[in-house]
């Protein structure tokens, strides 16, 4: 039997609902300034009923570290996660996840899909703070159509909970389908999902009859824009179960992109320069919502930057738990400055460094990038698209962010792990 709408519209502390998609274009979701071929309604149904941001940032520029700053709300290099690479060692134990705050609050938790934190034992989800866990360990990308379980790499295979299983279908359904069991098996709340879909990374695959409704004139365009109408169905399958239970008020979505889209999936970032893997702002900036229709305005649009691990404090905000006081926290509760209460700048400084030469320091309007000594200033304000290198213009704003940036980056510790790829 669900629940009575009006008894669970308002009251109790909030569900929450993290939803991560990955190497998705900034203007690949039509809320945005997006293409004529992106159509994005289950998404956009997030925006309508909350908060767009415009300068919604990743914490890194390839997927795992900013899945580890979204955990902990801190920055990722405070720990030595820098590179995807360093997903092979895993989040370091000694980091205290948003799933182990809201579990200790009383929540149940779930996370459905890409981990990327960890292969090991001791790192699986369900020893990070998870009650339930389906999906793959890592590394970066999956088959969407094989989900038979590998023998010799398990962290490639498709885990429910502690075991390695076989399964069929096509990925992205399935993590639809088993976000909206527990969100049923747990109406009765409150609870925290963590949705991280692995679409749309390559590799390109989706059903056919999907990929034949587009005709952009390039193959992987259209394959890509199936994947993500697959997506973008799932989304609408938990929202939709959200409101057949009577739980879309008071809950608390965040959607984002671990990192700007890619080239490698002929993803689209708009007026922005550059892709995945850079400091630009196509490798960065990506798609950021929030809503939660029982305490927040709706339909809002907000241009104040603002970075993946604010999702913990404002997280925290809303549902009352203690941020850990022993660690600095670098995320920012949103809240104030969503319901009025308080403007920005939300920070003063934001910083980007993946351990490889490539580092980004923004205040204000004003960014500083870094190609391995190549530097250039750029005045966000009026040039989003980074077309424009002032450093020789100012010469003393371009040293002040350098050594704001230094001042930042010195006492960080190294890599916690070897090797590359991802």
């Known amino acids: 039997m669900l629940p009575a709408v009006g008894a669970a519209q308002g009251a109790g502390k909030p569900n929450v609902i993290v939803i991560v998609t990955d190497d998705h274009g900034y203007a690949d979701v039509s809320c945005y300034d997006h293409p004529a071929e992106v159509k994005t309604p289950n998404i956009d149904r997030i925006a309508a009923r909350g908060v767009r941001f415009t300068q919604g940032y990743a914490s890194a520029y390839v997927c795992a570290p900013t899945r580890a700053g979204i955990m902990t709300g801190r920055y990722q290099q405070r720990y030595g996660f820098y590179t995807a690479a360093d997903s092979r060692v895993g989040l370091p134990k000694t980091e205290i996840t948003l799933a182990d705050l809201m579990k200790k609050a009383g929540y149940r938790t779930g996370a459905f899909g890409k981990w990327h934190l960890g292969i090991e034992p001791a790192y699986h989800p369900l020893r990070r703070g998870f009650d339930e866990f389906y999906g793959f360990l890592g590394h970066g990308a999956h088959d969407y159509f094989n989900l038979n379980r590998d023998e010799d790499y398990p962290h490639q295979s498709i885990w429910r909970n502690d075991k390695v299983i076989d399964d069929r279908g096509y990925l992205t359904d399935n993590l639809g389908r088993e976000a909206v069991g527990f969100i049923g098996r747990n109406a009765g709340g409150p609870f925290f999902l963590y949705l991280a879909f692995n679409a749309v990374h390559v590799p390109m695959q989706a059903p056919e009859d999907v990929v034949r409704k587009y005709d952009t004139g390039k193959k992987n365009r259209d394959i890509y824009l199936a994947m993500l109408e697959r997506e973008d169905a799932a989304v ?95 995320g920012v509760n949103l809240l104030p400055l969503l319901d009025g209460k308080a403007k920005g700048p939300v920070h003063e400084a934001l910083f980007w460094d993946g351990y490889e030469g490539k580092r980004a ?62």
């Open 236 to 330: 609408g399958q938990v929202l939709d179960e959200l409101e057949k239970r009577g739980l879309e008020k008071n809950t608390l979505i965040f959607f984002l992109s671990d990192n700007g889209g890619a080239r490698a999936n002929s993803a689209n970032n708009g007026k922005l320069r550059d892709f995945k893997q850079s400091v630009y702002e196509g490798g960065i900036r990506v798609p950021f919502l929030l809503s939660w229709p029982a305490r927040l305005p709706q339909d809002k649009v907000v241009e104040e930057p603002v970075i993946c691990f604010d999702i913990l404090p404002t997280v925290c905000a809303a549902t009352g738990v203690a941020v850990p006081q022993d660690r600095p926290i670098d």
């Open 361 to 422: 320091v923004r205040t204000g309007r004003w960014k500083l990038v870094d190609n391995n000594g190549k530097l250039e200033l750029f005045d966000l304000g009026l040039d989003s698209g980074e077309k424009t290198n002032l450093a020789a213009k100012e010469p003393e704003r371009l040293a002040e962010l350098k050594k704001r940036f230094e001042a930042w980056r010195t006492p960080m510790p190294p890599r916690i792990g070897k090797g590359g790829g991802e």
